[in-house]
T-cell receptor, first 114, second 113 residues
Framework: ETGVTQSPTHLIKTRGQQVTLRCSSQSGHNTVSWYQQALGQGPQFIFQ???????GRGNFPPRFSGLQFPNYSSELNVNALELDDSALYLCASSFQGFGRNEQFFGPGTRLTVL | DQQVKQNSPSLSVQEGRISILNCDYT??????FLWYKKYPAEGPTFLISISSIKDKNEDGRFTVFLNKSAKHLSLHIVPSQPGDSAVYFC????????????FGKGTRLHILP
């Protein structure tokens, strides 16, 4: 069973640029959630994708957008990068069926915006 | 507005003793609570959870206690081991199905030899 993987591991961008982060969900999972973890903070929910549709969104502006593909992998896109976007971006996958389902996290992508 | 609060940024405990990590929440709609453990350069890993219909859940060395009236939960680790040194996040979710998890800021646990 393959766990959640994310790419790249880290990257550096400048203000105003755009970035795409990628996540491969764990085998058998159909739901992907994205979180932003700023330094010294807990992860903050950005949005969740289920069956290729956005299924819940946190308090993030529209320049944060996402996609989920038929194989349940996902992308997080951030446009017009700002300095405050510097953070660890975590992807978590789960199987949304009956009852509560545990979310499994990837190792994250460290984004630095200069 | 911090809906899940972990007021102790760090905690040091002697190996073999009990570690108690505390968490408070403000949103009475939360009905499911989780603890995650995070090592450096890794994503958070699920540790233990508790539904609001229970007041205690135990899994090996880990026990979570929930006091709904006080909106407080705690994680007990006994006995504490060196491998328990990590950041622990308290988290909560509501009774709808969107699985959005609200995390606290975390408590860094140091297990001393």
């Amino acid at each position: 069973e393959t766990g959640v993987t994310q790419s790249p591991t880290h990257l550096i961008k400048t203000r105003g640029q755009q970035v795409t982060l990628r996540c491969s969900s764990q085998s058998g999972h159909n739901t992907v959630s994205w979180y932003q973890q700023a330094l010294g903070q807990g992860p903050q929910f950005i949005f969740q994708y289920y069956r290729e549709e956005e299924n819940g969104r946190g308090n993030f502006p529209p320049r944060f957008s996402g996609l989920q593909f038929p194989n349940y992998s996902s992308e997080l896109n951030v446009n017009a990068l700002e300095l405050d976007d510097s953070a660890l971006y975590l992807c978590a996958s789960s199987f949304q069926g009956f009852g509560r389902n545990e979310q499994f996290f990837g190792p994250g992508t460290r984004l630095t915006v200069l | 507005d911090q809906q899940v609060k972990q007021n102790s940024p760090s905690l040091s405990v002697q190996e073999g003793r009990i570690s108690i990590l505390n968490c408070d929440y403000t949103n009475s709609m939360f009905d499911y609570f989780l603890w995650y453990k995070k090592y450096p350069a890794e994503g958070p890993t699920f540790l233990i959870s508790i539904s609001s219909i229970k007041d205690k859940n135990e899994d090996g060395r880990f026990t979570v206690f929930l006091n709904k009236s006080a909106k407080h939960l705690s994680l007990h680790i006994v006995p504490s081991q060196p491998g328990d040194s990590a950041v622990y996040f308290c988290a909560a979710s509501r009774s709808n199905r969107d699985d959005k998890i609200i995390f606290g800021k975390g408590t860094r646990l140091h297990i001393l030899p």
